[in-house]
Every structure is written in structure tokens, then in C-alpha cells.
């Protein structure tokens, strides 16, 4: 059976340095990787989508990679800012459903 | 015009009730899932339903029955509730199975007591 995990579990950093976020997946037969945002109380916010013949993607300050064959991705958030501040879920699909890690709680500080 | 809207947002009710929450998207897509997220933050699949038929039902008491009146629509009833139903519930939707990645509704808090 799939298992996500993300270390670190929370993040505290000051405002406007780089950070990864990582994900380890343990089987690496999936079709796609997706990296989520959930802010307190609120819903999921995709961020990234990242199909498994793909190396990374890009949106703005974001850039998420992926190693499929070592069941790893990152998240790279460069010039952190304090509205970065929420939860980042990474989730896996078998082509069935999508497969969640825990998250990783960051915190930006002003 | 929001893409997976859910409702209720919020629910409080008492043990042994009977409550449904009810999910709509508007993206024109194939499959609808509901997920749970427990205390501790962590999302795992309840149901699944491609073109109104349930594909996954994953370890779930059966008091919680899914119910795709179309394909733009999942809705989801809970009997008897219980104390350990309360959690997050999150509805969502994605084209031809999960190659194309989810889109979330916002959640629906239920509070059991």
C-alpha cells in the first residue's frame, strides 16, 4: 500500500528565504504527483501537478520536482514571504485515488 | 462560480442523527470522491464515483452511503451518528479518473457531540 510522508512535519522561517519541502512516496508506480496548500479551516488549494514522465514544474515563486524512481519530490518556495504561511500536502495517485502525506506546517515570519 | 462547492460548512449535531452533506461541481467532470481528514490533519479517500457509478469504497462503516444522482453531483448521508465522526469532509472532483489531478471544496466541518 502507498505511504507519503513529508518531513519536515512544521517549518519556521523568516521572510524571504528559500525553503524546500520534502516527500517521500514508497511505491513508485503512480501517475501523478500533486502538491496542495491548506490554509486554517479552509479547503485545498492545488498548487503543482506534476505527471510521472515529468522532472519538475514551475508556477511563480514554486518549482516542484520529481524523482520517481527514488519515490521523492521537492517543493522549492524561493523569497518566502508571511502569506506563505499554511500547510503543504503532497498526494500521489495510483490512476485510482490520490494518496496524502501528513503535511508540512510552515510558518513565515515577518 | 465556484468550481466544488459543498454544503453545509459547518455542522453541529447529536449523536445518533442522521445529516447528509451535499456536493456540487461544475467543471464537467467524470469522477467525484469524498475524503475524510481526522484531528491530526491527515486526508484518506472514503468513496469514489466515476459517471455516477461507485468505483471505491474504501474501509468505511456502511451507516455513511454515497449517493451520485448525476455526475455533477455526490452526496453523502450518515446515519446514526457517533461521536467519532467528527472531522473535516472534503468533496472532490477531477476528469477521467485522477490523471488530471483533484479540485477541492472547502470542506465541511462536522462536529458531533
Known amino acids: 500500500k502507498q505511504e507519503v510522508t513529508q518531513i519536515p512535519a512544521a517549518l519556521s522561517v523568516p521572510e524571504g528565504e528559500n525553503l524546500v519541502l520534502n516527500c517521500s512516496f514508497t511505491d513508485s508506480a503512480i501517475y501523478n504527483l500533486q502538491w496542495f496548500r491548506q490554509d486554517p479551516g479552509k479547503g485545498l488549494t492545488s498548487l503543482l501537478l506534476?505527471?510521472?514522465?515529468?522532472r519538475e514544474q514551475t508556477s511563480g515563486r514554486l518549482n516542484a520536482s520529481l524523482d520517481k524512481s527514488s519515490g521523492r519530490s521537492t517543493l522549492y518556495i524561493a523569497a518566502s514571504q508571511p502569506g506563505d504561511s499554511a500547510t503543504y500536502l503532497c498526494?500521489?495517485?495510483?490512476?485510482?485515488?490520490?494518496?496524502f502525506g501528513t503535511g508540512t506546517s510552515l510558518t513565515v515570519i515577518p | 462560480d465556484t468550481a466544488v462547492s459543498q454544503t453545509p460548512k459547518y455542522l453541529v449535531t447529536q449523536m445518533g442523527n442522521d445529516k447528509s452533506i451535499k456536493c456540487e461541481q461544475n467543471?464537467?467532470?467524470?469522477?467525484m470522491y469524498w475524503y475524510k481528514q481526522d484531528s491530526k490533519k491527515f486526508l484518506k479517500i472514503m468513496f469514489s464515483y466515476n459517471n455516477k457509478e461507485l468505483i471505491i469504497n474504501e474501509t468505511v462503516p456502511n451507516r455513511f452511503s454515497p449517493k451520485s444522482p448525476d455526475k455533477a453531483h455526490l452526496n453523502l448521508h450518515i446515519n446514526s451518528l457517533e461521536l467519532g465522526d467528527s472531522a473535516v469532509y472534503f468533496c472532490?472532483?477531477?476528469?477521467?479518473?485522477?490523471?488530471?489531478?483533484?479540485?477541492f471544496g472547502s470542506g465541511t466541518r462536522l462536529t458531533v457531540v
Open positions: 506534476i505527471q510521472s514522465s515529468q
Open positions: 498526494a500521489v495517485t495510483d490512476g485510482n485515488q490520490f494518496y
Open positions: 472532490a472532483s477531477s476528469r477521467q479518473g485522477v490523471n488530471y489531478g483533484y479540485t
Open positions: 467543471l464537467g467532470h467524470d469522477t
